[in-house]
């Protein structure tokens, strides 16, 4: 049973860490289908592709499980890869989409700051590398809502038994609203944060620095929750998926981006103690023609 005994947790291990590709394709339909940098692949031959290039650059070394959250049919594995070739670890996650007994889908979002950091290739080498992602019809028509319309957030997609549903619509407000003064609520004061442009630790006051950051980046941004889970076992671990729509210019050109964003948060007595933002820059980048990534 997937949900069990970190059974995810420990097939994505065995995936990246061993190069144990049958102990996957067990556990997948032949509908199943898996996402990777903006491409999703059905099918064993395009699934296999992708699987061996992620394990050739930092597979077959130490993968360390930073955190796990799980409820019902969906799952987040978040680990640090990093292969004999390189010290320097990459960060990703998993969205594993089951039915306790196959899985269905996999989205595999990946820190790509970090992948580039890995295997030490310059911007421009490293969006070629990436495949080619599906094509994005984007709609003519501003997405963003009137003002007066009422916009989703975390308590719509939280079941009201959650603790922290305060602490998280007063995280999605930072995003939106561009409320930073209310980091000093939300964060514990040795609060480790790991953003996407970074490999390295930060802290509450860079999560400011980086809102302002993307919001200057990208031109009437739009922030849009998809999904949340609150892991069974432990209220502390919550898992979001939202993106990020903004217009970007580029050699004079403006281009309306949508930037998926998987974000891990872990509580402790009420505040966010750990935080790690997953964003895959480069394929964005790839995706709408850009030369660099956004960020």
Same mark, same amino acid.
């Given at each position: 049973?997937?949900?069990? @005994?970190? +059974?995810?947790?420990?097939?994505?291990?065995?995936?990246?860490?061993?190069?144990?590709? %049958?102990?996957?394709?067990?556990?997948?339909?032949?509908?199943?289908?898996?996402?990777?940098?903006?491409?999703?692949?059905?099918? %064993?031959?395009?699934?296999?592709?992708?699987?061996?290039?992620?394990?050739?650059?930092?597979?077959?070394?130490?993968?360390?499980?930073?955190?796990?959250?799980?409820?019902?049919?969906?799952?987040?594995?978040?680990?640090? *890869?990093?292969?004999?070739?390189? &010290?320097?670890?990459?960060?990703?996650?998993?969205?594993?989409?089951?039915? #306790?007994?196959?899985?269905?889908?996999?989205?595999?979002?990946?820190?790509?700051?970090?992948?580039?950091?890995?295997?030490?290739?310059?911007?421009?080498?490293?969006?070629?590398?990436? $495949?080619? $992602?599906?094509?994005?019809?984007?709609?003519?028509? @501003?997405?963003?809502?009137?003002?007066?319309?009422?916009?989703?957030? $975390?308590?719509?997609?939280? #079941?009201? %038994?959650?603790?922290?549903? @305060?602490?998280?619509?007063?995280?999605?407000?930072?995003?939106? #609203?561009?409320?930073?003064?209310?980091?000093?609520?939300?964060? *514990?004061?040795?609060?480790?944060?790991?953003? &996407?442009?970074?490999?390295? #630790? %930060?802290?509450? @006051?860079?999560?400011?620095?980086?809102?302002?950051?993307?919001?200057?980046?990208?031109?009437?941004?739009? /922030?849009?929750?998809?999904?949340?889970?609150?892991?069974?076992?432990?209220?502390?671990?919550? +898992?979001?998926?939202?993106?990020?729509?903004?217009?970007?210019?580029?050699?004079?050109?403006?281009?309306?981006?949508?930037?998926?964003?998987?974000?891990?948060?872990? /509580?402790?007595?009420?505040?966010? &103690?750990?935080? &790690?933002?997953?964003?895959?820059?480069?394929?964005?980048?790839?995706?709408?023609?850009?030369?660099?990534?956004?960020?």
């Amino acid at each position: 049973m997937l949900n069990k @005994d970190n +059974a995810l947790a420990q097939l994505t291990t065995q995936l990246y860490g061993e190069g144990n590709l %049958n102990v996957l394709r067990a556990k997948l339909l032949h509908s199943s289908s898996w996402q990777q940098h903006n491409l999703c692949c059905y099918g %064993n031959e395009l699934q296999q592709a992708m699987w061996l290039e992620h394990i050739s650059d930092f597979g077959l070394g130490n993968v360390d499980v930073a955190n796990c959250v799980s409820n019902g049919h969906h799952t987040v594995v978040h680990i640090n *890869a990093a292969n004999k070739a390189n &010290s320097n670890p990459v960060n990703m996650a998993l969205y594993f989409h089951h039915n #306790d007994e196959y899985i269905k889908t996999v989205e595999c979002i990946v820190d790509s700051h970090s992948y580039q950091h890995a295997i030490e290739a310059d911007c421009s080498q490293f969006i070629d590398k990436l $495949p080619t $992602p599906d094509p994005i019809i984007a709609s003519q028509i @501003d997405q963003q809502l009137h003002p007066k319309t009422s916009h989703m957030t $975390p308590a719509n997609l939280v #079941d009201g %038994n959650c603790p922290h549903i @305060d602490a998280l619509n007063n995280w999605w407000s930072m995003w939106v #609203d561009k409320q930073l003064s209310l980091a000093s609520d939300i964060y *514990a004061d040795e609060a480790r944060v790991e953003l &996407s442009h970074s490999y390295l #630790d %930060n802290d509450s @006051d860079d999560i400011k620095s980086y809102i302002i950051k993307l919001t200057k980046t990208l031109k009437r941004s739009y /922030f849009q929750l998809e999904d949340i889970i609150v892991d069974a076992k432990s209220s502390d671990k919550v +898992a979001i998926k939202w993106f990020v729509d903004g217009d970007i210019t580029s050699n004079g050109t403006n281009t309306r981006v949508s930037v998926p964003v998987l974000t891990i948060l872990t /509580f402790a007595q009420g505040q966010i &103690s750990h935080e &790690s933002m997953l964003v895959d820059w480069h394929a964005t980048a790839k995706q709408f023609g850009l030369k660099q990534a956004i960020i």
